[in-house]
């Protein structure tokens, strides 16, 4: 991952909190998210559209994607 000189890696904070050191290896920025829930999915997905200067449009996207799962629960 290193050799293709990354800006952002994002990764899951569970499966790759013990390798954020390799993960960033190279001035990447990086990003974890916690997937133990679809709230903290979200905010993972928020702030990667922070870093990558897509606010407003990951806004809509996780817009949209609440307002699917509270379709699907009715």
């Known amino acids: ?13 569970a499966m790759h909190a013990t390798m954020t050191a390799a993960l ?3 001035g990447a920025r990086l990003v974890l998210v916690d997937t133990g829930s679809v709230e903290g999915t979200f ?5 990667v559209g922070r870093q990558v200067g897509a606010v407003d449009e990951m806004s809509r996207a ?10 699907a629960k009715l």
Do not use: C, T
């Not at 991952?1 to 904070?13: E, F, G, I, R």
């Not at 996780?62 to 379709?71: K, P, S, Y």
């Open 62 to 71: 996780v817009a949209g994607a609440r307002a699917g799962i509270a379709a």
């Open 24 to 26: 960033s290896q190279g």
């Open 1 to 13: 991952l290193a050799s293709s000189k990354p800006d952002l890696v994002v990764a899951d904070a």
């Open 43 to 47: 905010a993972g997905l928020m702030e």
